[in-house]
């Protein structure tokens, strides 16, 4: 398990600008090495160090050792990750996939530290820049400290440091812990999660954590974005740079407090069982969504709510689970007949059984069914059964439709 705090160090202008060299030579660094990476076709680390090392102490001559190492494991991983989205791209647009842009990291970069270029003894932390190696007084909160003490495990393994937009250096401290094994409750039951944009989550229970405060925020943000933008002027520009970030700070809170709630659940809930959606954004590349399809993906944050749920979840023995997203929400829950025209709007009516239903609601019965359905044929006996459906179409125990506000009791 990894946890980070982010806290600000006071510095003198001779550190921050020993910071912002610093910053300059890593991104030579990394862009070195991405570039040889590509043109020799190779994501080792072992045959990128031997090639380019020499050639990066000659470029960037004071940057230091450890930071070259860790600059290299960085364009390492860029590479891989550039490679994937490529290779699936060159399936379907062969064009698009040459005229991909290669990674590379501006002047103005994060840059990654590990445990040997930054220490932290009680208050103080030292790192390593081109100067000389920094030492400063830094304040971790009380409840970080508490909540994940080395006394539980916890140990730094590693910082990213860089210069936000208000000109502030900051640190972001990475701790981790070895997973704790927690005893899982085998007897409790699993619940399908439907992710929307008009409900954020909804499970198969019949529960709805509805997006109506989130939507609004957005429409209200992208309005002041917009008249702010046409209107130019230099008081505008301040007031889009005190507003950035307002509307991604709100979208987490609300993500941590609804993942919260659901780990924290009174009922026995052994599993929660969500969609696979990491081929979503391919939908734009692969040019399979309309302008306004396009602008509901870029504005959904179905994947930081997944993290936090499955983080929040591993602490209380509930597993996250992830099935395939096809034909969920176009497929009755009762008969399982797939038909596109059966759903409108918000409502599922199925005409071929007539069983009717919100639309949310059974796709999330779906995904949990799939679910059990893959571990059957698995040879693995289902954990709990679904809840059972009468041969006319009628289930035996109707799911209860509760709705949520999208900001349940609890912070995050």
């Given at each position: ?29 990394f862009?070195m090495?991405?570039?040889?990476l ?18 990066t ?91 994940y003490s ?46 929307g ?51 991604k ?42 302008k ?7 504005n959904?944050s ?16 509930i ?22 025209a059966s ?22 019965i ?47």
């Open positions: 398990m990894r946890r980070s705090i982010t806290v600000f160090p006071k510095l003198t202008d001779k550190e921050v600008s020993a910071i912002v060299e610093t910053g300059k030579q890593y991104a030579r660094a862009n090495a991405s570039e040889c590509i043109n020799n076709s190779s994501t080792s680390k072992r045959f990128l160090h031997k090639v380019q090392y020499e050639r102490k000659e470029e960037c001559p004071s940057l230091p050792t450890g930071l070259i190492q860790c600059a290299r494991d960085v364009a390492v991983e860029a590479v891989k990750n550039w490679n994937v989205k490529r290779t699936k791209l060159r399936q379907k647009h062969p064009k698009k996939a040459e005229m991909m842009k290669r990674p590379s990291m501006k002047d103005k970069c994060t840059m990654r530290y590990d445990v040997r270029t930054i220490t932290l003894r009680g208050s103080q932390l030292t790192f390593s820049t081109c100067d000389k190696r920094v030492k400063t007084i830094i304040t971790i909160p009380e409840f970080f400290r508490e909540r080395p006394s539980d495990g916890w140990k730094l393994k590693g910082a990213n440091i860089g210069i936000n937009r208000k000109g502030r250096v900051f640190v972001n401290l990475i701790y981790e812990c070895p997973d704790h094994i927690i005893e899982e409750n085998k007897d409790g039951k699993i619940v399908g999660l439907d992710r944009v008009y409900n954020i989550v909804t499970t198969s229970e019949g529960v709805h954590y509805g997006a109506k405060d989130v939507r609004r925020v957005k429409r209200k943000y992208n309005y002041v974005r917009s008249e702010l933008q046409e209107k130019g002027t230099r008081s505008a520009k301040r007031r889009l740079k005190a507003i950035s970030g307002c509307e700070r709100f979208v987490h809170d609300q993500n941590h407090c609804i993942s919260k709630k659901l780990a924290n659940s009174d009922e026995d809930v052994f599993i929660y069982v969500l969609e696979d959606l990491s081929s979503m954004n391919m939908l734009r590349l692969k040019g399979k969504s309309n306004t399809m396009r602008k509901w993906i870029s959904w179905y994947s930081d709510l997944e993290l936090k749920l499955t983080y929040k979840c591993q602490k209380n023995g597993k996250v689970e992830l099935v395939d997203a096809r034909y969920t929400s176009r497929k009755c829950s009762v008969c399982k007949t797939i038909d596109k759903r409108n709007g918000n409502r599922y009516t199925c005409r071929h059984c007539g069983s009717s239903m919100h639309a949310d609601t059974n796709a999330a779906n995904i949990r069914d799939n679910y059990i359905t893959r571990t059957q044929k698995s040879g693995q006996a289902a954990v709990d059964q679904p809840y059972g459906w009468g041969a006319r179409g009628k289930p035996e125990t109707e799911p209860l439709e509760k709705t949520l506000t999208s900001k349940p009791s609890g912070s995050s």
